[in-house]
């Protein structure tokens, strides 16, 4: 694919802000000035997936084994509780509805607590790899969840790789494999297929690539609700090339087009099927006790968790919010490129500004990935020696709070 195809670039470090590149139609400044251009087309056109494999395999296989470790922890400790694995993985909370709509389909909003609120990419492709494979639903549910996980782990790669240094972007891949709610990425649920969409959305926008990015967006808007955030950055990037007429005009403006095409889709299509324009606004906020305070709630949670004795999984929540504030001032002070540091700020904004959910929160800041750049980037930058440890010790918090969200709490991750 194409935008796999660019993460084989292994770019020096930048010090310093990055702006949104040219299209990439253009000759690199690095290619030699007497180099023909058909030499380059020809350079470029061997770069395919398999060159890019090749330069990103250490990220895949090191995101893959701090999640083994996670997974073997909660085998291990389910085994002990005399539950399988897989019904750990794919057969509790959000995964029932997501399976429930994969073999069910929608329902008529006969109530507001409908399974409508849940967006349907996700449910799509577990049906179709159901009906195509010799699968059952929770099994074809923790396909797509793992394959879009390792999706994800090579977009932040490509990021990394592409922003600083072909081991900022192993560890960024690592890093996001053992926060603390990184169980997720392993569960029936969406954080990981939409982080896949996202990272590689933005990662089209940062190599000016337009209709790629406009596409994932699109794809991203039918995965989960928080998809705004991505749509906001890829529509002002795009529009922004394309009042700078940085490349052929159409592509640009194709992208404005087509990302918000999903999202909206699907909010017009339940509008539809209750009766109103706001019928999935109605079901998120009566049907589920979510809406948009501009912080209150969470504020006024976090106190009183922090004054008072709390579930081990509140403090948690209340440490990974905090954690991602202090991050996102880093990130400021790093100069990450603006469409990264606009995604990671409107994801926390429309997290810590939802009513309700405290206990999710950590969860819903998942696909807030370019956060953890400046932890990958110290990590980078530190002898392998004090990395290593770090990162042993991330994996073991991780695997453990892991086994404890999904065996010990009692509500949803």
């Not at 690095?30 to 350079?43: G, I, K, L, Q, S």
């Not at 690592?174 to 959305?201: M, R």
């Not at 009513?355 to 800041?365: Q, W």
Request: proline share 7%; aromatic share 12%.
């Amino acid at each position: 694919m194409d935008v796999a195809a660019e993460s084989s670039r292994d770019e020096a470090s930048h010090p310093g802000p990055h702006p949104v590149p040219d299209p990439p139609e253009t000759t690199p400044s690095h290619t030699p000035p007497d180099e023909p251009a058909t030499a380059v087309v020809a350079r470029r056109s061997r770069r395919g997936p398999l060159a890019a494999l090749a330069l990103a395999w250490p990220a895949l296989v090191g995101y893959a084994l701090v999640r083994a470790v996670g997974l073997v922890t909660l085998w291990i400790w389910g085994s002990a509780r005399g539950v399988r694995l897989q019904g750990i993985l794919a057969g509790r909370y959000d995964s029932d509805w997501y399976l429930g709509i994969a073999t069910r389909g929608y329902d008529h909003a006969e109530s507001l607590h409908s399974n409508m609120a849940f967006f349907p990419l996700y449910p799509w492709l577990v049906r179709l790899l159901d009906q195509s494979w010799a699968m059952d639903p929770q099994q074809a549910a923790l396909a797509v969840s793992w394959l879009g996980s390792l999706a994800a782990a090579w977009g932040l790669f490509a990021i990394g790789n592409h922003l600083a240094d072909r081991r900022t972007g192993v560890l960024l891949a690592v890093v996001w494999g053992v926060v603390p709610h990184a169980v997720v990425e392993s569960l029936a649920y969406t954080e990981a297929l939409f982080t896949a969409f996202a990272a590689w959305a933005l990662y089209a926008v940062l190599t000016g690539r337009w209709l790629t990015a406009g596409l994932l967006c699109l794809l991203a808007g039918l995965t989960r609700p928080t998809a705004s955030s991505l749509i906001a950055v890829v529509g002002l990037a795009a529009l922004v090339a394309l009042i700078r007429r940085q490349g052929p005009w159409w592509r640009p403006l194709t992208a404005l087009l087509l990302a918000p095409l999903g999202w909206l889709g699907f909010i017009v299509w339940v509008g539809d099927r209750t009766g109103g324009l706001d019928g999935w606004f109605r079901i998120q906020g009566e049907g589920w006790n979510s809406s948009f305070d501009g912080g209150a709630f969470t504020l006024r949670r976090t106190g009183e968790i922090l004054d008072s004795p709390s579930r081990f999984q509140h403090y948690m929540v209340a440490l990974v919010l905090l954690a991602a504030l202090t991050l996102l001032v880093l990130s400021i002070m790093d100069r990450q490129p603006w469409p990264l540091l606009l995604y990671s700020g409107l994801l926390l904004v429309t997290t810590i500004g939802a009513a309700g959910y405290y206990h999710s929160k950590g969860r819903f800041l998942l696909p807030a990935f370019a956060l953890l750049l400046p932890v990958a980037g110290a990590l980078a930058r530190a002898r392998r020696g004090r990395a290593y440890p770090v990162l042993v010790l991330l994996t073991a918090v991780s695997a453990y709070f892991g086994g404890y969200l999904a065996l010990v709490w009692t509500s949803s991750p």
